[in-house]
């Protein structure tokens, strides 16, 4: 019997502080005219977001250029500011530069047209890539005095050169392609954020110039390893063996470069019958996307790089000539080195205390633990692998499980919910799986994903036409003595054990009906037809995020009116959405204070007479990537706190499936509470955002993830 057949025991519902709340004005609580005109008449009331972002890649610098922070954690973050802003071109500034082009170009929420938002993307990112470039020389000589040696070619003594020439002889130069360019060699294509040797070489028979493209074989390692952790750059080693390349003739300049290019996806669904191979014909065509951002080495020459720039059809404006070495995503592999005493102190995550058997060493059991409480969990600090990871393989092994429901935005590549729910459907149980095949840079992984699941017997489905998948959720249906059970999962982040270790993210594991029963209906709509866009402790969007976000902070405005305690704490990715900050201006502006802890982007303009003097915005960066979304409300004293997948922008809120869940219980908001209370005291070091777009440092004397994780330490040691 299908579990959709099958009655649900019928629990007593348990009112929550605000289910039957008696106000002065009765809701909705949306504003009229004469309050939105009261905001609306600042003009410049809202940032720019793409000019935000540069600014949150600022703070990621200004962490690599903390001396306060271990050597290798600084090399790191340089490593994760060069793969921000990759990704950055590769879909904000293309897409910019696309409706440009398509003639489709209209002024931003900020006041700004394309043109000009792009030309201060130049300016400011041009600045930060300099700044980044000269952060790595100085960090150089300092893993030097630390035994970590980053050299050039010339820096390296008689034997290592040997070795460098084996290894080029050996490995290299087989699979090295040189390119030529003449009547009978077109330029060629270079592939997007490949690292490329641009050759000119010269015939001494005739005397006459020739180029050549030679591609730096991204299989080996960035950084060359030379022993007692001595590095060189790879293109260093090619650079000086190029005459093996180019038999008889003369090498007379050689200098790399690295072209970015828009590898944003666009698929026309409604038109393609089958949505994978819409996908899978659109992934082959991203490779040849247009160029958005030419890098080369400041020495290169005029000649060189005016043929570079000809041949990519690459403006001016779009070349950024930098101190070698490009491309430092190979840093990663230097952060990784064994120097743990250059790193954070080892952080391993424990069992959350709710789901630790104290007196067995058998495994969690989640389910009774479930029973007797709801499970608030806080990743990195629990252990995704003795909560999550542990709920779905137990649902996968347990015979009274008959049906698993589960959300798949990212995973990882060795993936144990894949298959634990693959174990799930070959047991019979009944098994469906919403795969987001369209989860940006992730979509090829995905697509292997969806099919190894389906080849197991899993229903496999991609969602809504239209609309990405985004939310986080897994719901498992189990039959018991006194009848059938729902089990609940909803998260902020995604179902992958490794970024698990590494991103901050809250959990919720519940028995509580309502959310079941809210859960079960949603994934009706994302597998079947039905559109219910009515839920009980659900806001779900694109039908109602927005707008019961923004009726919450009306409410709030109200209370305050009242009398009633009143206040309002957000934590997300990104603000930019205007409905949600024009909101938060109006409850400003009746002097309700509100604090935003955002790591990414903010559109909204604190501190400003008249609009948003009561606002205080904040920025944590660190060891952990902050991911989490809360909305918090005093609701006169009976706080509410949602958690979910929904930032505050206009693709989260109308262009995907999201999901924010009322948290069930006093002690779980209040636990919301306490972490908001820590984020937000005066001596939690973080980043202040001023009225004019820029952020400053707060270097307090707390830090919000080294005192999380001794509050964890300390847990474990009083356990």
Same mark, same amino acid.
């Given at each position: 019997?299908?579990?959709?057949?099958?009655?649900?025991?019928?629990?007593?519902?348990?009112?929550?502080? *605000?289910?039957?709340?008696?106000?002065?004005?009765?809701?909705?609580?949306?504003?009229?005219?004469?309050?939105?005109?009261?905001?609306?008449?600042?003009?410049?009331?809202?940032?720019?977001?793409?000019?935000?972002?540069?600014?949150?890649?600022?703070?990621?610098?200004?962490?690599?250029?903390?001396?306060?922070?271990?050597?290798?954690?600084?090399?790191?973050?340089?490593?994760?500011?060069?793969?921000?802003?990759?990704?950055?071109?590769?879909?904000?500034?293309?897409?910019?530069?696309?409706?440009?082009?398509?003639?489709?170009?209209?002024?931003?929420?900020?006041?700004?047209?394309?043109?000009?938002?792009?030309?201060?993307?130049?300016?400011?990112?041009?600045?930060?890539? +300099?700044?980044?470039?000269?952060?790595?020389?100085?960090?150089?000589?300092?893993?030097?005095?630390?035994?970590?040696?980053?050299?050039?070619?010339?820096?390296?003594?008689? +034997?290592?050169?040997?070795?460098? /020439?084996?290894?080029?002889?050996?490995?290299?130069?087989?699979?090295?392609?040189?390119? %030529?360019?003449?009547?009978?060699?077109?330029?060629?294509?270079?592939?997007?954020?490949?690292?490329?040797?641009?050759?000119?070489?010269?015939?001494?028979?005739?005397?006459?110039?020739?180029?050549?493209?030679?591609?730096?074989?991204?299989?080996?390692?960035?950084?060359?390893?030379?022993?007692?952790?001595?590095?060189?750059?790879?293109?260093?080693?090619?650079?000086?063996?190029?005459?093996?390349?180019?038999?008889?003739?003369?090498?007379?300049?050689?200098?790399?470069?690295?072209?970015?290019?828009?590898?944003?996806?666009?698929?026309?669904?409604?038109?393609?019958?089958?949505?994978?191979?819409?996908?899978?014909?659109?992934?082959?065509?991203?490779?040849?996307?247009?160029?958005?951002?030419?890098?080369?080495?400041?020495?290169?020459?005029?000649?060189?790089?005016?043929?570079?720039?000809?041949?990519?059809?690459?403006?001016?404006?779009?070349?950024?000539?930098?101190?070698?070495?490009?491309?430092?995503? *190979?840093?990663?592999?230097?952060?990784?080195?064994?120097?743990?005493?250059?790193?954070?102190?080892?952080?391993?995550?424990?069992?959350?205390?709710?789901?630790?058997?104290?007196?067995?060493?058998?495994?969690?059991?989640?389910?009774?633990?479930?029973?007797?409480?709801?499970?608030?969990?806080?990743?990195?600090?629990?252990?995704? $692998?003795?909560?999550?990871?542990?709920?779905?393989?137990?649902?996968?092994?347990?015979?009274?499980?008959?049906?698993? /429901?589960?959300?798949?935005?990212?995973?990882?590549?060795?993936?144990?919910?894949?298959?634990?729910?693959?174990?799930?459907?070959?047991?019979?149980?009944?098994?469906?799986?919403?795969?987001?095949?369209?989860?940006?840079?992730?979509?090829?992984?995905?697509?292997?994903?969806?099919? /190894?699941?389906?080849?197991?017997?899993?229903?496999?489905?991609?969602?809504?036409?239209?609309? /990405?998948?985004?939310?986080?959720?897994?719901?498992?249906?189990?039959?018991?003595?006194?009848?059938?059970?729902?089990?609940?999962?909803?998260?902020? *982040?995604?179902?992958?054990?490794?970024?698990?270790?590494?991103?901050?993210?809250?959990?919720?594991?519940?028995?509580?009906?309502?959310?079941?029963?809210?859960?079960?209906?949603?994934?009706?709509?994302?597998?079947?037809?039905?559109?219910?866009?009515?839920?009980?402790?659900?806001?779900?969007?694109?039908?109602?995020?927005?707008?019961?976000?923004?009726?919450?902070?009306?409410?709030?405005?109200?209370?305050?009116?009242?009398?009633?305690? %009143?206040?309002?704490?957000?934590?997300?990715?990104?603000?930019?959405? +205007?409905?949600?900050?024009?909101?938060?201006?109006?409850?400003?502006?009746?002097?309700?204070?509100?604090?935003?802890?955002?790591?990414?982007?903010?559109?909204?303009?604190?501190?400003?007479?008249?609009?948003?003097?009561?606002?205080?915005?904040?920025?944590?960066?660190?060891?952990?990537?902050?991911?989490?979304?809360?909305?918090?409300?005093?609701?006169?004293?009976?706080?509410?706190?949602?958690?979910?997948?929904?930032?505050?922008?206009?693709?989260?809120?109308?262009?995907?499936?999201?999901?924010?869940?009322?948290?069930?219980?006093?002690?779980?908001?209040?636990?919301?509470?306490?972490?908001?209370?820590?984020?937000?005291?005066?001596?939690?070091? $973080?980043?202040?955002?001023?009225?004019?777009?820029?952020?400053?440092?707060?270097?307090?004397?707390?830090?919000?993830?080294?005192?999380?994780?001794?509050?964890?330490?300390?847990?474990?040691?009083?356990?």
């Amino acid at each position: 019997m299908s579990p959709e057949s099958v009655p649900s025991v019928a629990h007593p519902v348990e009112e929550q502080p *605000g289910d039957h709340e008696t106000f002065d004005v009765e809701p909705p609580y949306f504003p009229d005219d004469e309050q939105l005109a009261a905001v609306e008449k600042y003009d410049d009331r809202f940032l720019d977001r793409e000019l935000s972002w540069l600014r949150f890649n600022q703070r990621v610098l200004e962490l690599a250029e903390d001396p306060e922070l271990p050597l290798l954690e600084r090399v790191r973050f340089l490593a994760i500011f060069t793969s921000n802003l990759d990704e950055f071109f590769m879909v904000r500034v293309a897409g910019l530069k696309r409706r440009i082009a398509a003639g489709v170009a209209v002024r931003a929420a900020s006041g700004l047209m394309p043109r000009e938002v792009l030309e201060q993307i130049w300016t400011n990112s041009g600045d930060l890539m +300099e700044r980044h470039a000269r952060q790595f020389r100085e960090l150089v000589p300092e893993l030097a005095d630390a035994g970590i040696q980053l050299v050039r070619w010339d820096d390296l003594d008689r +034997e290592e050169q040997k070795y460098c /020439k084996r290894l080029f002889r050996d490995r290299v130069f087989p699979v090295l392609t040189p390119l %030529a360019v003449d009547p009978a060699h077109p330029f060629p294509y270079i592939s997007g954020l490949s690292l490329n040797l641009a050759v000119l070489v010269r015939n001494p028979k005739t005397n006459k110039e020739h180029f050549a493209r030679v591609k730096v074989p991204p299989i080996f390692a960035r950084f060359v390893p030379l022993g007692n952790q001595r590095f060189v750059p790879l293109e260093d080693v090619i650079r000086e063996h190029l005459r093996r390349l180019f038999p008889g003739m003369e090498v007379l300049e050689v200098h790399s470069f690295r072209v970015t290019r828009n590898e944003d996806l666009e698929v026309e669904e409604d038109d393609a019958e089958n949505l994978l191979a819409a996908l899978e014909k659109e992934l082959l065509r991203r490779r040849f996307g247009p160029p958005v951002r030419l890098e080369v080495e400041e020495s290169i020459s005029p000649a060189v790089l005016e043929l570079l720039v000809s041949e990519l059809g690459i403006s001016t404006d779009e070349v950024f000539r930098l101190p070698g070495p490009l491309d430092l995503r *190979g840093l990663h592999d230097i952060a990784d080195l064994a120097r743990e005493e250059l790193k954070y102190p080892a952080f391993v995550p424990t069992t959350h205390h709710r789901l630790a058997e104290v007196e067995s060493a058998a495994p969690v059991d989640v389910f009774k633990a479930a029973r007797r409480t709801d499970v608030l969990l806080h990743h990195p600090y629990d252990s995704f $692998a003795t909560s999550v990871q542990r709920f779905i393989e137990q649902a996968a092994a347990d015979p009274h499980v008959l049906a698993i /429901k589960q959300t798949l935005y990212r995973t990882s590549g060795d993936s144990p919910i894949i298959d634990a729910l693959i174990d799930a459907a070959e047991a019979g149980k009944q098994v469906l799986v919403i795969v987001e095949i369209k989860a940006r840079f992730d979509e090829q992984a995905n697509i292997r994903w969806a099919r /190894k699941l389906e080849q197991a017997g899993c229903h496999v489905v991609y969602g809504l036409v239209g609309l /990405k998948t985004h939310c986080k959720l897994s719901l498992v249906v189990r039959d018991e003595p006194d009848g059938i059970r729902r089990y609940t999962h909803i998260g902020t *982040g995604n179902y992958n054990s490794k970024t698990a270790r590494m991103y901050e993210d809250l959990g919720l594991i519940t028995t509580d009906e309502r959310i079941g029963e809210d859960v079960a209906h949603l994934f009706n709509n994302l597998s079947g037809w039905s559109r219910n866009a009515i839920y009980g402790q659900l806001l779900v969007a694109p039908d109602s995020v927005r707008d019961g976000l923004v009726e919450q902070i009306h409410r709030e405005i109200h209370h305050h009116q009242a009398g009633r305690p %009143a206040r309002i704490r957000f934590k997300a990715n990104s603000i930019v959405d +205007e409905a949600v900050i024009d909101a938060l201006y109006l409850a400003s502006q009746a002097g309700v204070p509100v604090q935003l802890l955002v790591r990414g982007i903010c559109a909204l303009r604190p501190g400003v007479p008249g609009l948003s003097e009561t606002i205080e915005v904040r920025s944590v960066l660190g060891r952990f990537l902050e991911h989490s979304r809360i909305y918090w409300f005093e609701s006169a004293g009976e706080p509410v706190a949602w958690i979910g997948s929904a930032d505050m922008m206009h693709r989260n809120l109308d262009r995907r499936v999201e999901v924010l869940v009322r948290l069930p219980g006093e002690e779980n908001v209040e636990s919301i509470g306490r972490l908001l209370d820590l984020a937000f005291d005066e001596e939690t070091s $973080a980043w202040l955002l001023e009225s004019d777009g820029t952020w400053t440092r707060n270097d307090g004397q707390l830090h919000l993830q080294e005192a999380l994780i001794e509050r964890q330490r300390r847990r474990r040691t009083s356990a």
